[in-house]
């Protein structure tokens, strides 16, 4: 790893104050910012509003990295998935899902995931490391420069490999750093954070200046259910967790966002619907339904159409807004559940769990 300091990884007061030290100007760090985070350049020497003094001495004492495409496939319903080699040699997996109805980024924040949910491919990897916060914000003009889309807006959920909140600073520097004005302007109205619900964490989010939409994976309507399928779980139960989202600062209009993985036999049932139901009462919530999207080594099925439309329907005769997630890029594994990369090692419930805590 190289010694130098890595432009990519600051946000713009600090690369100004990098930039101090290096004979700039507050107005060159605006310069950079753009160049790096607007436009997907990270040649210094193709910056070229910068003098050639700066440059010149830029080239010698600092780096800007960028996850490097190592793989890219489309699906047949347009959905790429792109393999992200990293400066360590570490990989990861990011998807573009046009048309959602609006273009979206999925994003990873772990290399790999600690919450070991039994029916998710990811969580069979077990944590690796976190990703910094250039690497997150990294993903995104990635993703932007390979679609064509740098100029264009476009939806970011925080839903791929990893845990958003297990790697909280990491996360929320990296909006922080996607919203500036001088990169990419993403609006938090823009950006979705899917999390199983670390309820300290939650309640560090409520006071956040800069708060995305937030979405909640809840997959189970009882503690027992959810501890087999979510071992985080048994550290922060349905009712903290439910409690910690009716404290939650709304906008008006806003909702949280309940997903929730059917399972063919587990927890698909009338009793399931309505046990969910009177769980989200006095919270401003809409349900997402997903059903599984199968793969080896998951010991679960998809339900049936039928199953799933009954589900809804009860939630519906109740007043529960309610979705059915339509599965995209199934057949390139890069639907939900599905991103693994080789490489993760499998730890025990127990080492989970203790990474979970710190």
Same mark, same amino acid.
């Given at each position: ?12 007061? =600090? ?57 890219? =496939?489309?699906?047949?319903?347009? $959905? !790429? ?8 040699? !570490? ?25 070991? +949910?039994?029916? +998710?491919?990811? @969580? ?13 914000? *990294? ?22 490999? *990893? ?31 899917? $999390? ?9 989010? @409520?006071? =956040? ?32 967790? &439910? ?6 600062? &709304? ?5 949280? $966002?309940?997903?929730?993985?059917m399972l063919d036999g587990v927890n ?6 309505? !046990? &969910? ?58 639907? +939900? ?5 080789? @490489? @993760? ?7 989970q769990m203790a990474l979970l805590i710190?």
């Open positions: 790893m190289t010694p130098h300091p890595d432009l990519a990884e600051l946000e713009l007061q =600090e690369l100004e104050a990098a930039l101090a030290t290096r004979g700039g100007e507050p107005f060159h760090a605006r310069q950079m910012y753009r160049w790096i985070h607007k436009r997907g350049v990270t040649d210094i020497d193709k910056m070229t509003d910068l003098s050639r003094t700066l440059r010149a001495r830029l080239r010698e004492d600092v780096e800007i990295s960028t996850p490097a495409i190592v793989g890219d =496939e489309q699906s047949v319903d347009g $959905t !790429r998935k792109l393999v992200l080699q990293l400066r360590d040699g !570490r990989r990861i997996e990011s998807v573009f899902i046009p048309d959602t109805p609006a273009m979206t980024f999925c994003i990873s924040t772990q290399v790999g995931c600690a919450m070991a +949910c039994d029916f +998710c491919l990811t @969580g069979k990897m077990g944590l690796v490391r976190h990703l910094t916060a250039g690497e997150i914000a *990294g993903q995104v003009r990635v993703l932007a420069a390979a679609t064509g889309m740098l100029d264009t807006s476009f939806n970011i959920v925080l839903m791929g490999m *990893g845990e958003p909140l297990h790697n909280y600073d990491n996360t929320m520097k990296a909006l922080r750093m996607l919203h500036s004005t001088y990169g990419l302007a993403v609006s938090p109205r823009r950006v979705t954070l899917s $999390t199983v619900g670390i309820v300290p964490a939650l309640e560090r989010l @409520g006071r =956040e200046a800069l708060m995305p939409n937030l979405a909640i994976s809840l997959h189970a309507t009882t503690d027992e259910q959810r501890t087999a399928l979510v071992p985080p779980n048994r550290k922060y139960p349905l009712a903290a967790i &439910l409690d910690a989202c009716r404290l939650f600062p &709304l906008k008006n209009r806003s909702r949280i $966002t309940f997903e929730y993985v698909d049932t009338p009793d399931d619907a309505r !046990r &969910l139901v009177t769980l989200l009462n006095g919270i401003k919530a809409k349900v997402n339904l997903i059903p599984l999207n199968p793969a080896p080594g998951i010991p679960y099925d998809r339900p049936s159409d039928d199953r799933v439309d009954r589900f809804a329907q009860i939630l519906a005769d109740r007043h529960i807004t309610v979705s059915v997630r339509k599965s995209r890029g199934r057949d390139i594994r890069a639907a +939900c559940g599905q991103l693994i990369v080789e @490489g @993760g090692t499998k730890k025990t419930a127990a080492q710190k």
